[in-house]
């Protein structure tokens, strides 16, 4: 797995909403790549690499809803969605590319904006808490998404797992690497300061 990027190399610099949402675009591939990785270390079967794509846009999806709620109170509707909008289309590039590797031409980064604004409509009643994070309704909802892709054979235990252990890791996982990142953005809309916003991304 890619190290992830919870900061900024040049320190004190604003950055821009677009930015921001490269870099969360690019931590969210990696945290749901290893995501994948840790379901068939746990045994659950993945039989080709475009499979092992299906779920990790499962848990891409998850984890930029789980982003637009963790931003919520920090910007306002035009600036959050400017946010959420570029690391999904971010998201949607790295996708096509992978897509045209494992099945061939096709326009896939549409198929993967298609999904994104369809887990918007699914996960939208779902409750998330700064405390406890996802609600269980919301763990079961990408539980039963990721059963659908995975196929017949682990159905059975699929959901369970993503709610009881997996779900919680992602979210984890993002928690650790958002506010780093997030700083920079709020301080590209605010007059510059000499504040550090630090550390280690780009």
């Known amino acids: 797995m890619a190290r992830l990027k919870g900061g900024w190399n040049q320190r004190g610099r604003g950055r821009s909403l677009g ?44 984890l930029l809803q789980i982003v637009d709620r963790i931003v919520y109170e920090q910007f306002d509707l035009e600036q959050r969605n400017e946010l959420i909008s570029s690391a999904g289309l971010h998201m949607a590039g790295i996708l096509q590319d992978n897509r045209l590797e494992t099945d061939g031409e096709g326009d896939y980064r549409s198929q993967f904006l298609n999904t994104l604004n369809e887990r918007i409509n699914d996960y939208s009643q779902c409750q998330y808490s700064r405390i406890d994070g996802p609600s269980f309704i919301f763990l079961r909802t990408l539980g039963d998404h990721v059963s659908e892709v995975m196929g017949e054979k682990d159905n059975k235990w699929i959901t369970g797992y993503i709610i009881d252990i997996a779900g919680d890791k992602l979210h984890k996982s993002l928690k650790r690497v958002l506010p780093g990142l997030l700083d920079p953005a709020k301080k590209g809309l605010e007059p510059e300061s000499e504040m550090d916003y630090s550390k280690n991304y780009d």
Do not use: C, P
């Open 19 to 62: 930015e921001i949402g490269s870099a969360i675009s690019f931590n969210i591939w990696q945290i749901a790549g290893q995501g994948v990785l840790d379901l068939e270390n746990e045994g659950f079967q993945t039989d080709t690499q475009s499979q092992r794509l299906d779920v990790l846009t499962e848990f891409a999806a998850f």
